[in-house]
C-alpha cells in the first residue's frame, strides 16, 4: 500500500506545491451569481472540481461550508470529494476535528476510511493533547491516508496558547512539530504534516517533520512567497505547500479563469520544488 506522504510527494512534483481550498462561503456564492442553497453550492463545488482537478497536488473543501447547508450539503460534499478523488486528486477535508476516545474514533472512521466521506485526508486539532489524535493517526497510517496537525496557526487568539513555553524550553506549538516529527521518523517522506500559518512573524523549527508543510493565509490574506521564505528555511521548502482560497476563488465562476489563476500562482511558488 502506498503511503499517502508519498502519493502526495508526487503529485506535487507532477503538479506543483499548491494545496487549492474549495470554500463556498455565502458572499463568495453571491459573487458568482448563485443562490446561497444546495443549487448554488452543488453548481460551485462542480465549477472547482472542473477547474481543479488534475491540475493541483491538493484540494481542500472546507467542511464547514458546506455543514451549514444540513443533510443536502453534506450529499454535495460526498459527492465533491468522489468526483475529486475519482479524477485522481488527493483531497484534504478541512475538518479541524479533535476529542477523546471512541468519538475521535468516530471522526476518523468518516473522514479516512472508505465511507462517503472518507478522503485522503483530514485536519485535526491536537489541543487535547497530541496523544488525544492517535486514532486518526492510526487509521490514516492503516489506510494509506494522511493527517495533518494545527501547529501554529495565524489568528491572533492562536499565540496565547501555542507560545507559551513549557519546562523544557519548546513552545507547545514546538511540542505539536516535534511529536508529528516523531510519528513521521523513517519514513521517506512522512504522511503527517502541520499547519503553520504563511502569515506569521515566526514558526516553529520544522527542520525534523520530514513531511509536509500546509501553509494557509496566502493571497487574499497577505501571505506569499517572501512570507513563506521568511519563515521557513530554504532546506525544508521542498515540504510546503501553499493554501490558496480566496486568491482563486475570486477569479470565478469562470472555469477558464480559475485555471489561469491556478496556473499563475503554480508559477509564483514554482521556486518551491527547485
Known amino acids: ?43 460551485f463545488a462542480n465549477a472547482c472540481v472542473e477547474a481543479f ?27 465533491t470529494i468522489a468526483a475529486l478523488r475519482e ?6 477535508a478541512d475538518a479541524k476535528r479533535g476529542d477523546i476516545g471512541s468519538t475521535m474514533d468516530a471522526y476518523a472512521h468518516a473522514w479516512l476510511a472508505d465511507g462517503p466521506l472518507g478522503t485522503d485526508a483530514v485536519t485535526v486539532s491536537p489541543y487535547l493533547g497530541f496523544g488525544s ?27 496565547e496558547l501555542q507560545r507559551i513555553t513549557g519546562p523544557d524550553g519548546r513552545t507547545i506549538a514546538q511540542r505539536m512539530v516535534d511529536d508529528a516529527a516523531a510519528v513521521n521518523a523513517g519514513a521517506d ?22 513531511g ?26 521542498g515540504a510546503v505547500l501553499p493554501n490558496v482560497s480566496r486568491e482563486v476563488l475570486k477569479s470565478g465562476p469562470s472555469v477558464a479563469a480559475l485555471q489561469a489563476r491556478v496556473a499563475e500562482l503554480a508559477e509564483e511558488f514554482a521556486f518551491l520544488q527547485n
Open 189 to 210: 517522506f512522512g504522511s503527517v504534516g502541520v499547519v503553520v500559518g504563511a502569515t506569521l512573524t515566526e514558526a516553529p523549527d520544522l527542520s525534523k517533520l520530514n
Open 1 to 43: 500500500m502506498t503511503t499517502f506522504g508519498a502519493r502526495l510527494r508526487e503529485a506535487m512534483r507532477e503538479h506543483g506545491p499548491l494545496c487549492v481550498g474549495i470554500d463556498p462561503h455565502p458572499p463568495l456564492l453571491k459573487a458568482w451569481g448563485l443562490p446561497t442553497d444546495t443549487v448554488g453550492l452543488a453548481k
Open 53 to 79: 482537478a488534475g491540475r493541483v497536488a491538493l484540494v481542500k473543501p472546507q467542511v464547514a461550508f458546506f455543514e451549514t447547508y444540513g443533510s443536502g450539503g453534506i450529499l454535495v460534499l460526498e459527492e
Open 87 to 92: 479524477a485522481g486528486t488527493l483531497v484534504l
Open 133 to 159: 489524535l492517535a486514532p486518526a493517526l492510526d487509521l490514516a497510517a492503516a489506510n494509506g491516508r494522511g493527517v495533518f496537525v494545527l501547529a501554529a496557526t495565524s489568528n491572533p487568539e492562536g499565540a
Open 212 to 237: 509536509p508543510i500546509l501553509m494557509p493565509g496566502v493571497g487574499a490574506q497577505g501571505g506569499g512567497a517572501d512570507s513563506i521564505r521568511a519563515l521557513v528555511p530554504e532546506s525544508d521548502l
